[in-house]
């Protein structure tokens, strides 16, 4: 009687989370070369810049693989989880950002992927804190292991001649939705100056839902009062809304 053949040993999925950064781009062309067959994976919150679509394109021509566009099954953007959910920022961060990317990601996600995610070498401290929070997840840095920066990553960019997203054109520090609620007094100041429409109508919320989305030491302080000479964008706190943000968020509000 022949022998029974083994059942094939299937191997763990390699999965990429892509936002619309440099770093993650450069993430998945070097994980894409150890693994051919890795997973593209973006999470789509629903109110980025346009131009991200664009960018996500020009990703997939150079990697010449798709990306998977995940999105929430319940949410079109960021402004209906605010309006239906009445509720924009606190303590524990963002409604949005764990309905539009956290949620989504882990209707997507399996418990054996191999997740790949864009820290650059600045960020050690920010990986070594994930992998603390998140044991259940088997991470990989590629750009640490290599050393990159975020530098080295528009470098890498700018070299394959694929133009950054609109975004950080602009001047902005992070590609995050239009009208983020982590962003500060400058941020803000910034998205008045060039989104006007996005600003009246976080303003117009803010009044609606009786909460504001900034703050100082004296307390809370509404849009349509806030002065034009305030914060500065360049030098605030950085912030960035993706899913690194979200998996701790859930860790801080467990």
């Given at each position: ?31 894409l ?9 973006y ?19 150079w ?16 402004w ?137 030491k ?30 701790v ?6």
């Amino acid at each position: 009687m022949p022998d029974q053949e083994q059942p094939r040993e299937i191997a763990p999925r390699v999965v990429v989370w892509i936002s619309a950064g440099a770093a993650s781009a450069g993430a998945g062309k070097i994980t894409l070369s150890a693994h051919p067959d890795a997973v593209l994976a973006y999470p789509d919150p629903g109110s980025e810049h346009p131009d991200n679509a664009r960018f996500l394109d020009d990703l997939e021509r150079w990697y010449d693989r798709p990306i998977v566009r995940l999105r929430s099954d319940r949410y079109v953007d960021t402004w209906q989880v605010w309006t239906e959910r009445r509720f924009l920022v606190g303590p524990a961060g963002a409604l949005c950002t764990a309905e539009l990317k956290k949620k989504p990601r882990f209707a997507f996600e399996r418990p054996d992927d191999v997740q790949v995610f864009g820290y650059t070498s600045e960020e050690q401290h920010r990986a070594d804190r994930f992998r603390q929070q998140n044991p259940e997840v088997t991470l990989v840095t590629p750009l640490i292991e290599r050393g990159m920066t975020k530098d080295d990553c528009l470098a890498l960019l700018a070299r394959t001649g694929i133009e950054l997203p609109t975004m950080y054109l602009l001047g902005y520090r992070n590609n995050n939705c239009i009208g983020c609620p982590k962003g500060g007094m400058g941020y803000w100041n910034k998205i008045r100056v060039d989104f006007p429409d996005t600003f009246a109508r976080m303003a117009a919320l803010e009044r609606d839902l009786g909460h504001t989305v900034l703050r100082d030491k004296n307390g809370a302080i509404w849009l349509d009062e806030l002065d034009p000479s305030r914060g500065n964008a360049t030098t605030e706190s950085d912030f960035e809304c993706s899913l690194l943000c979200a998996m701790v968020e859930q860790e801080v509000a467990a």
